[in-house]
């Protein structure tokens, strides 16, 4: 007597291959909670600066819709966050200092300056999305 049907263990080994990868998600967001070594450390500094950065450009991806109609002032939205790029990038990489003088935590330096910067820009891009009615210094219309 079979204990197993081909069917139910290729349901069960497909059931396994799935489950591995939300395993190791579960294990690496542990990971991050408790990052003992650099490489840890740095890469989840990276995944967080990543997420806040998703944020950031949905919040974008919504100004710039409601911008569709007005074309100068879409072209002073994408002027603007291109220089905030560039000033945010340069003001972390002076915080990290010297690539090669700053070591193993250089990209966890960066990565947390950035996603901080990042959340900070968020915060301004929320404020224009959720204007008061009448605010005229507010960039964004109302939707």
Same mark, same amino acid.
């Given at each position: 007597?079979?204990?197993?049907?081909? @069917?139910?263990?290729?349901?069960?080994?497909?059931?396994?291959v799935l489950?591995i990868?939300? *395993?190791?998600a579960?294990a690496? &967001?542990d990971?991050?909670?408790?990052a003992?070594?650099q490489t840890t450390?740095n890469?989840c500094?990276g995944?967080s600066?990543?997420?806040?950065?998703?944020? *950031?450009?949905?919040a974008?991806?919504?100004? =710039?819709?409601r911008?569709?109609?007005?074309?100068?002032?879409?072209? *002073?939205l994408?002027?603007?966050?291109? &220089?905030?790029?560039?000033?945010r990038d340069?003001?972390?990489?002076?915080?990290? @200092?010297?690539?090669?003088?700053?070591g193993t935590?250089y990209s966890?330096?960066v990565? @947390?300056?950035q996603? =901080?910067?990042?959340?900070d820009? *968020?915060?301004?891009?929320? @404020?224009?999305?959720?204007?008061?009615?009448?605010d005229?210094?507010?960039?964004?219309?109302?939707?």
């Amino acid at each position: 007597m079979r204990l197993f049907s081909t @069917g139910l263990l290729g349901i069960g080994l497909a059931t396994v291959v799935l489950a591995i990868p939300l *395993l190791a998600a579960a294990a690496r &967001a542990d990971d991050c909670a408790n990052a003992q070594d650099q490489t840890t450390m740095n890469e989840c500094a990276g995944k967080s600066f990543a997420e806040a950065d998703k944020r *950031l450009n949905d919040a974008y991806r919504q100004i =710039s819709n409601r911008l569709k109609d007005d074309a100068a002032s879409k072209k *002073l939205l994408v002027d603007a966050q291109r &220089a905030w790029i560039a000033f945010r990038d340069a003001e972390c990489n002076f915080r990290g @200092g010297p690539p090669d003088m700053a070591g193993t935590s250089y990209s966890m330096i960066v990565a @947390g300056c950035q996603e =901080s910067l990042t959340n900070d820009r *968020l915060k301004d891009f929320q @404020g224009y999305l959720n204007c008061q009615e009448g605010d005229a210094s507010c960039p964004v219309p109302r939707q």
